[in-house]
């Protein structure tokens, strides 16, 4: 029976459950995996798969390098490409998510303007972004894209958020996580969850305990032990 991360999450709530001492070789192994898929690390996961002897669906490797393609494209700065590519992979998926439809575009925008294509940032604008702003949502954005053409050097602006690098990273992972969804995966990898859940449980000892409980988690001390 083929290993999936949907079955990592459920060991990983196991294991949860019934205390650290549950936490078998298994359950390690389908976390891992997990963060390998979830991340796109297909060569990674390959070699992961049989050093282990764990099995998994042809599909989801399948799955795995087609989304790959299309987060390197938007970490190139090809929106475009990465827009085209979505709607083949899953057709529908940006006509019913169009706050993720507006982002993708929005990038392609942002990349005119990094560039100085102003001729060509105003009628992609016209044509492509103008229509959402019917939406109150999406039309203070175009007032922000908008101003950004007034800068010789846009990302000197007080509103130059959207030329870095996060609002590029925030979109991708928004992406790649609405792919996983309409898949059937999870949207996290169950290492995040697991991160997750020791930030929620350590912030709640904390309180509860007080001054004399354990320190607030952090996520830096917990990966250095």
């Known amino acids: 029976m083929a290993v999936s991360t949907i079955d990592g999450d459920r ?8 205390g650290t001492n549950a936490i ?32 998994q669906h042809v599909d989801y490797l399948v799955e795995m390098e087609k989304r790959k393609t299309i987060l390197h494209y938007i970490t190139e700065g ?20 169009k706050d993720l439809h507006f982002d993708l575009l929005s990038l392609h ?11 060509e940032a105003l009628e992609f604008a016209q044509t ?7 939406v109150a949502k999406y039309d203070e954005k175009l007032e922000d894209f908008a101003t950004l053409l007034t800068y010789e050097e846009p990302e000197k602006s ?11 990273e925030n979109i991708t992972d928004n992406l790649n996580r609405a792919i996983l969804v309409h898949a059937n995966l999870p949207s996290y990898s169950s290492m995040e969850r697991l991160i997750q859940q020791a930030t929620v449980v350590g912030q ?12 607030s988690f952090s996520l830096h001390a917990f990966l250095n032990n």
Do not use: W
């Open 109 to 119: 925008f942002i990349d005119l303007v990094r560039s100085r294509k102003i001729n």
């Open 158 to 168: 007080p509103i130059f958020y959207p030329l870095s690098p996060e609002y590029r």
């Open 204 to 215: 709640y000892l904390h309180e509860e305990l007080g001054k004399d409980g354990p320190p």
């Open 78 to 97: 090809n929106a475009l490409k990465a827009t085209e590519l979505t709607e083949q992979l899953v057709p529908n998926l940006l006509e019913d998510n």
């Open 24 to 55: 078998n070789d298994s359950d390690v192994h389908s976390i891992v995996l997990s963060y390998l898929i979830h991340n796109c690390f297909k060569e990674t996961a390959q070699t992961f798969l049989a050093c282990t002897g764990m099995s």
């Open 11 to 18: 060991n990983l709530q196991r294991a949860a459950t019934a």
């Open 128 to 134: 492509k972004l103008t229509p959402f702003g019917n």
